[in-house]
Nanobody
Framework: QLQLVESGGGLVQPGGSLRLSCAGSGFTLDYYAVSWFRQAPGKEREGISCISYPGAKTKYAQSVKGRFTISRDNTRDTVYLQMDSLKPEDTAVYYC????????????????????WGQGTQVTVSS
């Protein structure tokens, strides 16, 4: 089954850091723009960051700008989301999504038609 697989979530104290990874299972991320989303309980899914292929263009939501960094290692076929200075409000399930033909270098639009989604990884920021 072709899908994206996220990893790296967990429990962290406020001010701490986590690095999420997103990799393709059964396919390569070559030529795919990759985006990260999150969804907190009772809230709508939020697009937070994206990266073009091979990685020259990135975007960030205002809520994470300056704290999160998206990157990709095309030799390892993996996209990363480095999350620093984490806050309790960052608690959510984090998802990655891949788009082979993005309308722009990449997008964080929730209603975009992505080719693949991951199943999500839980991030909990709590003391």
């Amino acid at each position: 089954q072709l899908q994206l697989v996220e990893s790296g979530g967990g429990l962290v104290q406020p001010g701490g850091s986590l690095r999420l990874s997103c990799a393709g299972s059964g396919f390569t991320l070559d030529y795919y723009a990759v985006s990260w989303f999150r969804q907190a309980p009772g809230k709508e899914r939020e697009g937070i960051s994206c990266i073009s292929y091979p990685g020259a263009k990135t975007k960030y939501a205002q809520s994470v700008k300056g704290r999160f960094t998206i990157s990709r290692d095309n030799t390892r076929d993996t996209v990363y989301l480095q999350m620093d200075s984490l806050k309790p409000e960052d608690t959510a399930v984090y998802y990655c999504a891949a788009d082979r033909s993005p309308h722009s270098p990449c997008t964080v639009a929730v209603d975009n038609e992505f080719d693949y989604w991951g199943q999500g990884t839980q991030v909990t920021v709590s003391s």
